[in-house]
C-alpha cells in the first residue's frame, strides 16, 4: 500500500468538502444565524486538513486497485466526521453520534433522519443537510475527478470502488472526462428539476431542498410531511418522474446525447427497471384504491410516488403509505431490496445483478434438464465472465449476511420485528424510511448509540456496495508489497 498518494486524495477530498460548505456559510450571513461559528470553524478545519495532507509528495504516481479502494473508503468516513461539525458545534444536534448519522445519511443518499422537528432548523443547516445528498449522488470522489487533473495511475479505480454497480465504465478514454461529462448531465437535470418545481409554486429556496433530494435519490426533507406538505399534484408529479429518471443509468443519458436509441431500447436492466416499477405500481393502485376510497388518478398520483421513491431509495413521502396493506407493504419492501439501476443515484440490490441472479437461475435449471449443453450467460448480448458472476454472488451473500447480523445487534433495543428489520433495509439500501417506528412520519432518534452505529456502518457499506469498506479494515491491504 502507497500510503501518501492515499493521504494526497483523502486531502483533495477535504479541500473541495470545505469549499463546498461556503454557500450554506453565506445562507447563514444573509440569515445572521446562528450557525455561522459553526461553518467558519468547520470550513477552516476542514480546508486546513486538506491542504495539509493534500502536500504529500510520492514519487512515480500509481493509482492501483488497492489504494483506490482504501482512499474511496477513507474518504467517505472523513467528509462524514468533518461535515457533521456545522449540526453538532453549532447545537442544532447536540449529540456528535446523531450529528454524524444524519450527515452520513446525507452523503449516502439514505435519507434517514434523527431530527424531530425538521422545520425549526435554520436555512442555513437544512441547505447543507440536503446539499449533502447531491454531492454524494454521484460520488464525492468522481465530483473530485471532475474538478482536479488526475493524480495519475489508473484513476478508474477511484470511480470503480465509489460508483453503483457491478461494472461502471468509462464513456470517453480519460476517466475525468467521463467524471465531468456525467456531472453536467446531472448538473442539468437537477437544474430542470428546479425550474419545474418554482413554476409549480414551490418557494425558490425549497426547490433547490427537494431537488437535491431528487436528484441524488436521499429525501432529506425541510418539511415534517415531506412533500405532502405541498398538497400539490404537479409538485409530485414532477418529483415522481425525477426521482425515476435518476434511478436510470447514466451512461443511457449519454447514448441519449449521441442519439443511439437502439442502444437504449435493448439495454436490458433498463427493461427489467421499467418493468417491475410499473407492475409495481399497477398492483399497490389495485390493492390501495378501494381500502382508502381513492378515486383512480388519486390511487395512481400516490402509488406512483411511493413506488418511484422507493424502488429509488430516495424516501420522500406523499401519504403514511405505513397505514396501507400488508400486500402494498410487502411488495413496497421487496423493491427497495431491489433497487434501480447501476450507474445511477439510487442505491438497493441494482437491476442489474436482479437480472444476472434470474438468469443464473435459468440457466442451472436447464443446465440440469440437459447436463450435456454448453451455455452462457449474456446481458445486452455480451456473456458475463466467471469472476463477474462471483463478484455479484459473493455481494449478495455479504449484503445479506449484513443485514441478518444488523438486524440481530438492532434487536437489542426491543422494537418488534418490522420496525428493526426495515430500518437495516433502510439504511444499507440506501433509502430512507421504514416501517413502524422508523416508517415514513416517523425517524430514528429513539434507537440507541450502538443501533445508530450500525445504521451508520449499513449506510456506507450500501453506498460503496460492502468491498471497499470490508478491503480497508484488511490488514494484508496495509503491507508495503
Given at each position: 500500500?502507497?500510503?501518501?498518494?492515499?493521504?494526497?486524495?483523502?486531502?483533495?477530498?477535504?479541500?473541495?468538502?470545505?469549499?463546498?460548505?461556503?454557500?450554506?456559510?453565506?445562507?447563514?450571513?444573509?440569515?445572521?444565524?446562528?450557525?455561522?461559528?459553526?461553518?467558519?470553524?468547520?470550513?477552516?478545519?476542514?480546508?486546513?486538513?486538506?491542504?495539509?495532507?493534500?502536500?504529500?509528495?510520492?514519487?512515480?504516481?500509481?493509482?492501483?486497485?488497492?489504494?483506490?479502494?482504501?482512499?474511496?473508503?477513507?474518504?467517505?468516513?472523513?467528509?462524514?466526521?468533518?461535515?457533521?461539525?456545522?449540526?453538532?458545534?453549532?447545537?442544532?444536534?447536540?449529540?456528535?453520534?446523531?450529528?454524524?448519522?444524519?450527515?452520513?445519511?446525507?452523503?449516502?443518499?439514505?435519507?434517514?433522519?434523527?431530527?424531530?422537528?425538521?422545520?425549526?432548523?435554520?436555512?442555513?443547516?437544512?441547505?447543507?443537510?440536503?446539499?449533502?445528498?447531491?454531492?454524494?449522488?454521484?460520488?464525492?470522489?468522481?465530483?473530485?475527478?471532475?474538478?482536479?487533473?488526475?493524480?495519475?495511475?489508473?484513476?478508474?479505480?477511484?470511480?470503480?470502488?465509489?460508483?453503483?454497480?457491478?461494472?461502471?465504465?468509462?464513456?470517453?478514454?480519460?476517466?475525468?472526462?467521463?467524471?465531468?461529462?456525467?456531472?453536467?448531465?446531472?448538473?442539468?437535470?437537477?437544474?430542470?428539476?428546479?425550474?419545474?418545481?418554482?413554476?409549480?409554486?414551490?418557494?425558490?429556496?425549497?426547490?433547490?431542498?427537494?431537488?437535491?433530494?431528487?436528484?441524488?435519490?436521499?429525501?432529506?426533507?425541510?418539511?415534517?410531511?415531506?412533500?405532502?406538505?405541498?398538497?400539490?399534484?404537479?409538485?409530485?408529479?414532477?418529483?415522481?418522474?425525477?426521482?425515476?429518471?435518476?434511478?436510470?443509468?447514466?451512461?443511457?443519458?449519454?447514448?441519449?446525447?449521441?442519439?443511439?436509441?437502439?442502444?437504449?431500447?435493448?439495454?436490458?436492466?433498463?427493461?427489467?427497471?421499467?418493468?417491475?416499477?410499473?407492475?409495481?405500481?399497477?398492483?399497490?393502485?389495485?390493492?390501495?384504491?378501494?381500502?382508502?376510497?381513492?378515486?383512480?388518478?388519486?390511487?395512481?398520483?400516490?402509488?406512483?410516488?411511493?413506488?418511484?421513491?422507493?424502488?429509488?431509495?430516495?424516501?420522500?413521502?406523499?401519504?403514511?403509505?405505513?397505514?396501507?396493506?400488508?400486500?402494498?407493504?410487502?411488495?413496497?419492501?421487496?423493491?427497495?431490496?431491489?433497487?434501480?439501476?447501476?450507474?445511477?443515484?439510487?442505491?438497493?440490490?441494482?437491476?442489474?445483478?436482479?437480472?444476472?441472479?434470474?438468469?443464473?437461475?435459468?440457466?442451472?435449471?436447464?443446465?440440469?434438464?440437459?447436463?450435456?449443453?454448453?451455455?452462457?450467460?449474456?446481458?445486452?448480448?455480451k456473456s458475463l465472465d466467471d469472476d463477474a458472476l462471483k463478484s455479484i454472488l459473493i455481494f449478495f451473500f455479504a449484503y445479506v449476511a449484513i443485514i441478518i447480523l444488523s438486524v440481530i445487534i438492532v434487536s437489542l433495543d426491543d422494537f418488534d420485528f418490522m420496525t428493526s428489520f426495515s430500518a437495516v433495509i433502510?439504511?444499507?439500501?440506501?433509502?430512507?424510511?421504514?416501517?413502524?417506528?422508523?416508517?415514513?412520519?416517523?425517524?430514528?432518534?429513539?434507537?440507541?448509540?450502538?443501533?445508530?452505529?450500525?445504521?451508520?456502518?449499513?449506510?456506507?457499506?450500501?453506498?460503496?456496495?460492502?468491498?471497499?469498506?470490508?478491503?480497508?479494515f484488511s490488514p494484508v491491504i496495509w503491507r508495503r508489497n
Amino acid at each position: 500500500m502507497k500510503v501518501k498518494i492515499v493521504l494526497k486524495v483523502l486531502g483533495i477530498v477535504l479541500f473541495w468538502e470545505a469549499l463546498l460548505m461556503v454557500p450554506s456559510l453565506l445562507i447563514s450571513i444573509i440569515d445572521n444565524s446562528y450557525e455561522i461559528n459553526a461553518f467558519v470553524i468547520t470550513i477552516a478545519a476542514t480546508a486546513a486538513t486538506g491542504i495539509l495532507l493534500s502536500r504529500f509528495k510520492f514519487g512515480k504516481p500509481e493509482m492501483r486497485k488497492r489504494e483506490g479502494y482504501a482512499a474511496v473508503a477513507l474518504s467517505w468516513f472523513a467528509v462524514s466526521l468533518f461535515g457533521a461539525l456545522p449540526f453538532y458545534l453549532s447545537g442544532s444536534i447536540p449529540s456528535y453520534i446523531d450529528a454524524l448519522f444524519e450527515t452520513v445519511s446525507g452523503f449516502t443518499t439514505t435519507g434517514s433522519s434523527i431530527v424531530r422537528d425538521v422545520e425549526i432548523m435554520p436555512r442555513g443547516l437544512l441547505f447543507w443537510r440536503s446539499f449533502t445528498h447531491w454531492i454524494g449522488g454521484m460520488g464525492v470522489l468522481v465530483f473530485t475527478m471532475a474538478l482536479v487533473p488526475s493524480i495519475g495511475g489508473h484513476p478508474v479505480f477511484l470511480m470503480r470502488a465509489e460508483s453503483p454497480g457491478p461494472s461502471p465504465g468509462k464513456l470517453v478514454p480519460r476517466i475525468g472526462e467521463s467524471s465531468k461529462i456525467l456531472y453536467i448531465i446531472y448538473a442539468f437535470m437537477t437544474v430542470i428539476i428546479v425550474i419545474l418545481l418554482i413554476a409549480a409554486g414551490m418557494p425558490v429556496f425549497n426547490s433547490f431542498i427537494y431537488a437535491f433530494g431528487t436528484a441524488g435519490t436521499g429525501g432529506f426533507a425541510m418539511d415534517t410531511l415531506s412533500v405532502g406538505a405541498y398538497n400539490n399534484p404537479w409538485i409530485e408529479w414532477i418529483i415522481t418522474i425525477g426521482m425515476y429518471l435518476f434511478g436510470v443509468n447514466f451512461t443511457l443519458y449519454y447514448l441519449l446525447i449521441r442519439k443511439e436509441f437502439k442502444h437504449i431500447f435493448k439495454n436490458e436492466e433498463f427493461r427489467l427497471y421499467c418493468f417491475y416499477t410499473v407492475l409495481g405500481v399497477a398492483l399497490v393502485v389495485i390493492n390501495v384504491m378501494h381500502r382508502f376510497n381513492y378515486n383512480f388518478f388519486e390511487a395512481l398520483r400516490h402509488s406512483a410516488f411511493t413506488v418511484s421513491t422507493l424502488v429509488t431509495t430516495t424516501g420522500y413521502a406523499t401519504t403514511d403509505f405505513n397505514l396501507w396493506p400488508m400486500f402494498s407493504k410487502s411488495l413496497l419492501l421487496t423493491l427497495m431490496f431491489f433497487g434501480a439501476c447501476a450507474g445511477s443515484t439510487a442505491g438497493g440490490v441494482k437491476s442489474i445483478r436482479i437480472l444476472v441472479l434470474i438468469k443464473t437461475l435459468y440457466y442451472e435449471i436447464k443446465h440440469t434438464i440437459h447436463p450435456q449443453s454448453v451455455q452462457t450467460i449474456k446481458v445486452d448480448g455480451k456473456s458475463l465472465d466467471d469472476d463477474a458472476l462471483k463478484s455479484i454472488l459473493i455481494f449478495f451473500f455479504a449484503y445479506v449476511a449484513i443485514i441478518i447480523l444488523s438486524v440481530i445487534i438492532v434487536s437489542l433495543d426491543d422494537f418488534d420485528f418490522m420496525t428493526s428489520f426495515s430500518a437495516v433495509i433502510a439504511t444499507i439500501s440506501n433509502i430512507g424510511p421504514g416501517f413502524e417506528i422508523a416508517g415514513p412520519m416517523g425517524n430514528f432518534a429513539d434507537f440507541s448509540v450502538l443501533s445508530k452505529s450500525i445504521f451508520i456502518a449499513d449506510m456506507i457499506l450500501g453506498r460503496l456496495e460492502i468491498l471497499p469498506v470490508i478491503i480497508l479494515f484488511s490488514p494484508v491491504i496495509w503491507r508495503r508489497n
